[in-house]
C-alpha cells in the first residue's frame, strides 16, 4: 500500500520535513514556509516522459525541478549554474534556460533541480545557500533521493566548491551530497579568478584610452563602471570594436587596429573570441562585485605585476594604472568565495584544455589547494581537446557522471582513461565523440596570468 494511504496527512508532512535534513544536515527554517513546486509541462528539449516543476523559495530564487519517466539509481543532480553575468533580479527564465541546457542529465536518467540565486550578480555563498535549500524543498515533496550530486558549472563551480566545504560534514556526520562534478570550473576563489579582469581592463586602456573616454568621468578601473554609469553592452562593444577591429574580417581592420589587439590579446593571454565577453565582466560584474558587494572596496591588485608580450614591455608597464587591494575587500572576498581543500566526498572536475572563458590554469589552482586542505585523494581531474566552456561534447557528460557515482558507491576511483572508456560507450547515443586527453596536466596558472606580490 503506498505511503500516502498508510499515513495522515499531517504525519506524512511530519516525516518529509524531517527527510528533508538528512542526513545530519540542518533544516533552513524557511524551507518548511515555501510553497510547493507547481507542475509545469517540460522544455521540449527534456526527454518525454519526464516531470517538471517550478518554484519560488522564501528568500527570491525560482527553480524548476525535472524528473524522468526512469529515475536512473534514484540520483538527484543539483545544478549549480555560472555566470554571474546577469547582475539584475532573479527570474524563472533564468532556471528555464540552464534546464534547458543541462536536459542531457535528465536524458541519462537523473532528476535535475537548479536554482536561479536569490539575485544576479556575485556571491558564491549565497548561491551555495540558495542550491541548498532547493535541495531541502526537493526532498521535503519528493522524498529524499539515493544519492545527490553537486554538479557546478564555470562560476557555479566556484559555488560547488566551497558548497562542498561549507556542508561537507553537518556535527561530525556525513552531509547532504554524496558527490561533487565541476565542469569548465572558475576555481579558486574570486581574487585569484578574477585577477586577469583587472589586467585586462588597465592594459586595455593603456592601449585603447576609451574605457573611459578622456572626456567622460575618469575612475579607477578595478570598480568596473560608475554606479550611475549609462554605458551598455552594445556601446561598449562598439568601443572594443573602434579600437581593435575584433568584430571585423582581420583583412578590414587598420594597421593601428590590428597592433592594439595584438597588444591586448598577448598579454592578457586570451583569444580573441573573448575579448568582448571578458570586457563585459570586466565592467559589469566588477561593478557589481567591487560596489554592492563590497561596499566600493577593492579586492584586487596589480602592483608588482610585470606584464609581458607587447612590442615595448618597459613602455606598457611603466604607462598602466596600477591598484592596491583594501585588505578587509580582501578578506570578505576570500571568505566568501576561496575554497579552503576541505572536503570530504569525491570531486570529479572537467576542463576543456583550450576554453576561452575561464583558463584551464584555475584546475592546477584548485588542485594545489586540494592539497594543502589535506583533501588531494579526493580529486580527480579530467581534461579534453576542445576550445569550449559553455558546453563540451555531449556524451562526456554522461560518462563523468558514471565514473562519479561508481567512486561513491563502490570506492571505484575513477582515472581519466576510464572516463574515455565510459564516454566511448555514450558516443552512439549522444551528440558529439569524445575528446578526452588521459594524460594532459595544466599549467601552473602563474604561466598564463601574469603574477603579483600579495
Same mark, same amino acid.
Given at each position: 500500500m503506498p505511503l500516502q494511504h498508510i499515513l495522515s496527512a499531517a504525519a506524512l508532512a511530519v516525516l518529509l520535513s524531517a527527510c528533508a535534513t538528512a542526513p545530519g544536515q540542518p533544516a533552513m527554517p524557511e524551507v518548511a514556509k515555501a510553497p510547493a513546486p507547481t507542475e509545469r509541462a517540460c522544455p521540449p528539449e527534456v526527454p518525454t516522459g519526464a516531470k517538471c516543476y517550478i518554484g519560488e523559495d522564501t528568500v527570491g530564487s525560482f527553480y524548476w525541478i525535472a524528473i524522468p519517466a526512469n529515475w536512473n539509481r534514484g540520483v538527484l543532480v543539483m545544478h549549480a549554474h555560472g555566470g554571474p553575468a546577469d547582475t539584475g533580479p532573479a527570474t524563472l527564465q533564468r532556471s528555464e534556460e540552464d534546464l534547458k541546457r543541462w536536459a542531457v542529465t535528465v536524458k541519462a536518467g537523473y532528476a535535475w533541480a537548479g536554482s536561479s540565486y536569490r539575485r544576479g550578480g556575485y556571491g558564491v555563498t549565497m548561491a551555495a545557500e540558495d542550491t541548498e535549500r532547493l535541495r531541502q524543498i526537493f526532498v521535503r515533496h519528493f522524498g529524499e533521493p539515493k544519492r545527490t550530486i553537486l554538479h557546478g558549472q564555470s562560476y557555479g563551480a566556484g559555488v560547488a566548491s566551497k558548497a562542498a566545504e561549507l556542508y561537507s560534514t553537518v556535527d561530525g556526520r556525513r552531509g547532504p551530497y554524496d558527490g561533487v562534478l565541476l565542469t569548465s570550473g572558475v576555481l579558486g576563489g574570486g581574487?585569484?579568478?578574477?585577477?586577469?579582469?583587472?589586467?585586462?581592463?588597465?592594459?586595455? =586602456?593603456?592601449? !585603447?584610452? #576609451?574605457?573611459?573616454?578622456?572626456?567622460? %568621468? =575618469?575612475? %579607477?578601473?578595478?570598480?568596473?563602471?560608475?554606479?550611475?554609469?549609462?554605458? /551598455?553592452?552594445?556601446?561598449?562593444?562598439?568601443? +572594443?570594436?573602434? !579600437?581593435?577591429? $575584433?568584430?571585423?574580417?582581420?583583412?578590414?581592420?587598420?594597421?593601428?587596429?590590428?597592433? #592594439?589587439?595584438? /597588444?591586448?590579446?598577448?598579454?592578457?593571454?586570451?583569444?580573441?573570441?573573448?575579448? $568582448?565577453?571578458?570586457? #563585459?565582466?570586466?565592467?559589469?560584474?566588477?561593478?557589481?562585485?567591487?560596489?554592492?558587494?563590497?561596499?566600493?572596496?577593492?579586492?584586487? &591588485?596589480?602592483?608588482?605585476?610585470?606584464?609581458?608580450?607587447?612590442?615595448?614591455? &618597459?613602455?606598457? #608597464? *611603466?604607462? @598602466?594604472?596600477?591598484?592596491?587591494?583594501?585588505?578587509?575587500?580582501?578578506?570578505?572576498?576570500?571568505?566568501? *568565495?576561496?575554497? =579552503?581543500?576541505?572536503?570530504?566526498?569525491? @570531486?570529479?572536475?572537467?576542463?576543456? *584544455?583550450?576554453?576561452?572563458?575561464?583558463?584551464?590554469?584555475?584546475?592546477?589552482?584548485?588542485?594545489? +589547494?586540494?592539497?594543502?586542505?589535506?583533501?588531494?585523494?579526493?580529486? $580527480? =581531474? $579530467?581534461? *579534453?581537446?576542445?576550445?569550449?566552456?559553455?558546453?563540451?561534447?555531449?556524451?562526456?557528460?554522461?560518462?563523468?557522471? /558514471?565514473?562519479?557515482?561508481?567512486?561513491?558507491?563502490?570506492?571505484?576511483?575513477?582515472?581519466?582513461?576510464?572516463?574515455?572508456?565510459? !564516454?566511448?560507450?555514450?558516443?552512439?547515443?549522444?551528440?558529439? /565523440? !569524445?575528446? +578526452?586527453?588521459?594524460?594532459?596536466?595544466?599549467?601552473?596558472?602563474?604561466?598564463?596570468? &601574469?603574477?603579483?606580490?600579495?
Open positions: 581574487a585569484r579568478a578574477y585577477d586577469f579582469r583587472l589586467d585586462l581592463r588597465v592594459i586595455y =586602456q593603456y592601449v !585603447c584610452k #576609451n574605457h573611459p573616454r578622456p572626456d567622460e %568621468p =575618469q575612475y %579607477p578601473l578595478w570598480m568596473g563602471l560608475p554606479a550611475d554609469a549609462k554605458l /551598455t553592452r552594445a556601446e561598449l562593444a562598439a568601443r +572594443i570594436d573602434e !579600437c581593435t577591429g $575584433v568584430r571585423k574580417p582581420a583583412a578590414q581592420r587598420t594597421e593601428q587596429q590590428k597592433a #592594439n589587439l595584438s /597588444t591586448i590579446l598577448s598579454t592578457v593571454r586570451i583569444p580573441e573570441s573573448s575579448l $568582448v565577453g571578458n570586457m #563585459n565582466w570586466a565592467t559589469w560584474l566588477m561593478r557589481d562585485l567591487t560596489q554592492l558587494r563590497l561596499g566600493g572596496r577593492n579586492p584586487f &591588485t596589480n602592483t608588482g605585476a610585470l606584464y609581458r608580450g607587447s612590442a615595448n614591455d &618597459t613602455a606598457l #608597464n *611603466s604607462g @598602466v594604472l596600477r591598484y592596491a587591494p583594501d585588505r578587509l575587500a580582501v578578506e570578505e572576498l576570500n571568505r566568501d *568565495s576561496a575554497p =579552503q581543500g576541505k572536503v570530504a566526498m569525491p @570531486v570529479l572536475s572537467f576542463h576543456a *584544455s583550450n576554453d576561452p572563458t575561464a583558463f584551464v590554469e584555475l584546475q592546477s589552482l584548485y588542485r594545489d +589547494i586540494m592539497h594543502r586542505g589535506g583533501s588531494g585523494d579526493r580529486l $580527480v =581531474q $579530467v581534461f *579534453s581537446d576542445e576550445a569550449e566552456h559553455s558546453y563540451v561534447s555531449e556524451p562526456q557528460y554522461p560518462a563523468l557522471f /558514471t565514473a562519479l557515482l561508481d567512486w561513491v558507491e563502490r570506492g571505484d576511483k575513477p582515472t581519466p582513461r576510464k572516463v574515455l572508456a565510459l !564516454c566511448k560507450g555514450y558516443e552512439a547515443a549522444y551528440r558529439g /565523440t !569524445c575528446r +578526452i586527453q588521459p594524460d594532459y596536466s595544466p599549467p601552473a596558472l602563474e604561466t598564463r596570468v &601574469t603574477p603579483r606580490p600579495r
